[in-house]
């Protein structure tokens, strides 16, 4: 083998590493932008889903709806916050709301009009999906495999939840 040739096999080696690493790295983020739409899909078509459900169901009144939803990933609940009437939070009435998240009760002070929030470990997520009604002010309700379900219940010109 001629001194010529085996430099050429080296550069064509270097070549051939740096064509694949270029593959894998390109593979590695197509497929992970492709994982970051597909949650952000989840979380749209919950949102969607469920403000159609209140949308359709609350001039309906007494009609009442069994909802299962699928959850965003990641998160392990869902919290609602009554908009109906004004939270007890802001009242001089006593109440007691367990477990309240202090980014919830930030935005209830605060008036922001969000009445859902998604929970993992603080608040990630919230945003206004109707008017609604939940007992106690603040119901929160955990994520069984990924889902919730949840009971809606036409009024008129709101929604109560359970």
């Known amino acids: 083998m001629k001194k010529s040739q085996l430099y050429g096999q080296v550069f064509i080696y270097i070549l051939t590493l740096l064509i694949i690493s270029f593959v894998l790295v390109y593979g590695y983020n ?3 932008n492709f994982q970051d739409r597909a949650e952000q899909v ?10 159609n459900a209140i949308e359709l169901i609350q001039s309906d009144y007494g009609s009442v709806r069994k909802l ?3 959850v965003c990933a990641g998160y392990s609940k869902v919290c609602f916050v009554e908009s109906k009437e004004t939270p007890c939070i802001l009242t001089s009435t006593p109440c007691v709301i367990q477990d ?11 008036r922001t009009g969000k009445n859902t929030f998604f929970i993992d470990k603080a608040v990630e997520e919230s945003y206004y999906i109707g008017s609604i009604s939940v007992n106690p002010d603040v119901h929160c309700i955990k994520a069984v495999n990924g889902k919730i379900s949840i009971t809606l ?10």
């Not at 202090?102 to 209830?108: C, L, M």
């Not at 219940?153 to 359970?162: A, I, M, N, W």
């Open 68 to 70: 299962a939803l699928e």
């Open 42 to 51: 989840s979380c749209l078509r919950f949102r969607n889903e469920l403000k």
């Open 100 to 110: 309240l998240d202090p980014i919830i009760e930030d935005n209830i002070r605060d």
């Open 30 to 32: 197509a497929i992970r």
């Open 153 to 162: 219940e036409g009024k008129g010109d709101y929604v109560e939840l359970g």
